[in-house]
């Protein structure tokens, strides 16, 4: 007799989806139940950020001299902990190490996968109650199965990666990742403490009303950029303008805004940052994969984010994301 169930967890979701593949051996459904795991111990700490000493600056710098919160090593310490003890992963790199941390041990030199993660992207938000989130990056690896992972299996174009995700903390806690076959949405309820099927199939509109940017920096932006800009402001609403802005700093939350509902973001190169601000391996690629998936598309300003060599793990790049047609857009504008 076929039930007919309206809610579908995570775990769930993750399992069905490898029953379609006899040969899966199930660390992938591991690997994202694990990281679901550390993301519902970051959302309680979230959630409590002003009734306990979570908030504020932890009084030192991490490898790319930006200040680090308490929140953004406790954060770092679940997903590192769960990951480690799990038996999916194989090493991690995290924006808040300098280095790629191996586990190197009988079972993780087993393990298939490899995981880059920002694990609490625009934390400066956090103090004022604005959303926040995770973002992950996951691998299979390219050196032998049975010996500790290497540098190599981390610094893999995005192309290649098996699956990303993000996790954004706002007015609910929502959980999307992406794999070839998908772009899914599960928001956790409180109740049972699940992420549960939201939105499923998720495809970014081929258009839409925002454009997301930081104003402040228009002048450091080359003219190209510039040009585009105005343009979203110029546009007559016979042509669908003009079009929104909407920056909330917090690129989880920008993103997933554009994802949903069409739209724009970037962070461009500047003249004194050339590469901009964010990090190509465990903030563009993600996201890179996870909006191609949804149809959208990615690029440095020259060339699709997913086909970049990396040469370091805390490379910086140019970062343009969002609707095709708006993604044609830039492109064309000269
Ligand atoms: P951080 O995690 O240090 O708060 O950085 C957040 C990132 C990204 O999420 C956001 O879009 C961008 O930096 C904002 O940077 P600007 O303040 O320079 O616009």
Redesign the pocket.
């Known amino acids: 007799m076929a039930i007919n169930r309206h809610i579908q967890t995570l775990d769930e979701f993750t399992i069905q989806q490898m029953r379609d593949f006899p040969q899966a051996t199930g660390e992938l459904a591991g690997l994202l139940r694990d990281i679901g795991l550390a993301a519902k111990r970051v959302h309680v700490e979230v959630n409590k950020a002003g009734l306990v000493d979570i908030l504020g600056d932890a009084g030192k710098m991490n490898v790319q001299g930006?200040e680090v919160k308490k929140l953004d090593i406790f954060a770092n310490n679940e997903f590192m902990g769960v990951l480690r003890h799990g038996i999916s992963c194989a090493g991690i790199g995290s924006e808040e190490m300098d280095e790629v941390v191996v586990f190197d041990d009988e079972i993780s030199n087993q393990s298939k996968y490899v995981c880059l993660f920002?694990p609490?992207?625009?934390?400066?938000?956090i103090d004022v109650n604005v959303s926040i989130g995770t973002i992950f990056s996951i691998y299979r690896r390219v050196s032998a199965l049975g010996k500790p992972a290497t540098q190599t299996d981390f610094l893999q174009p995005g192309n290649q990666q098996v699956a990303a995700g993000y996790v954004i903390y706002g007015s609910s806690t929502m959980l999307v990742y992406a794999t070839r076959r998908g772009v899914n949405g599960f928001t956790l309820d409180q109740a049972i403490g699940e992420f549960t099927m939201s939105h499923p199939n998720i495809i970014c509109p081929s258009s839409g009303k925002f454009y997301s940017v930081?104003h402040?920096?228009f002048f450091q932006y080359n003219e190209k950029v510039q040009r585009y800009i105005t343009n979203c402001q110029k546009k007559t609403l016979a042509e669908g303008g003009p079009y929104t802005q909407r920056?909330?700093?917090?690129?989880?939350a920008?993103v997933h805004r554009n994802l949903i509902k069409g739209g724009i973001?970037m962070?461009p190169g500047m003249k004194d940052r050339p590469n901009g601000?964010?990090r190509l391996l465990y903030?563009c690629n993600p996201f890179a994969f996870i909006v191609e998936i949804a149809g959208g598309k990615a690029t440095d300003g020259v060339q699709r984010i997913l086909d970049i060599q990396p040469t370091e793990v805390h490379q910086r790049t140019p970062f343009f994301i969002g609707s095709k047609l708006m993604m044609e857009e830039l492109e064309t504008t000269n």
């Open positions: 930006e920002d609490l992207d625009g934390s400066s938000n930081n402040g920096n920056y909330i700093g917090s690129m989880v920008d973001f962070y601000k964010l903030e």
